[in-house]
Structures are given as C-alpha cells and as structure tokens.
Nanobody, 120 residues
Framework: QVRLVESGGGLVQPGGSLRLSCAASGRFLSISTMDWYRQAPGKPRELVAG???????NYADSVKGRFTISRDNAKNMVYLQMNSLKPEDTAVYYC??????????????WGQGTQVTVSS
C-alpha cells in the first residue's frame, strides 16, 4: 500500500515562514511528478507547485517568488518552503504524487492534508 504523509503545518503570523514535508512510503518502482495542492474553505483545490523527478518545477502565479518546492529522491520526500506568508495562503495543503507500481502502472495518490493558518 502506497502512502503519502504530510507534516509541518501550523499557525503562523503574516510575513512568517513554514516548511511542509511529505513522505512517500510503500511498494512502488518509482515516483514521477510530486505536487503540492491547497484548498481553502469554500474554494476548489488548486495546484500550488509541482516538481518532476528530474527537478523541473512549476508554481502558481500567486506563490511565485515566495514558495519553493524541492524533493529528495533518495528519501522519497517532497518539501514546500513557504516564505512571506499571507492570510490568503490559509488552507489545507495536500501532497500529491504519481507512482509507477508493479502490475498497476501509473497511479496517483493523495496525502491526508495539513492545515496552514496565517493570522495575527
């Protein structure tokens, strides 16, 4: 069974920083793209940032220059460094990844989410 587990969320003041982590575990051959999504109350889930296995990244316009996505392929981890946080960044943040699994092929999994609240 493949799992994604996020950590690092919490309450932070505007202008502050947080670092989210996501650990992948289970039986799989490889991980291709790893992404961070977020969902604020009453809003649809949106892509925040993504990173390929080769290290190519993409970001939502709203977070460019403030957030940085990175990954450690040896540890099956993906990170999201969030700086200069704003109240509008408040949301549940989800880790998403595409796995290559023996006999199943490419499968997409989600983590359970971690709450980020930006408030004074």
């Amino acid at each position: 069974q493949v799992r994604l587990v996020e950590s690092g969320g919490g309450l932070v003041q505007p202008g502050g920083s947080l670092r989210l982590s996501c650990a992948a575990s289970g039986r799989f051959l490889s991980i291709s793209t790893m992404d961070w999504y977020r969902q604020a109350p009453g809003k649809p889930r949106e892509l925040v940032a993504g990173i390929t296995s080769a290290g190519s990244t993409n970001y939502a316009d709203s977070v460019k220059g403030r957030f940085t996505i990175s990954r450690d392929n040896a540890k099956n981890m993906v990170y999201l460094q969030m700086n200069s946080l704003k109240p509008e960044d408040t949301a549940v943040y989800y880790c998403n990844a595409d796995f290559d699994i023996l006999k199943l092929g490419r499968q997409t999994y989600w983590g359970q989410g971690t709450q980020v609240t930006v408030s004074s």
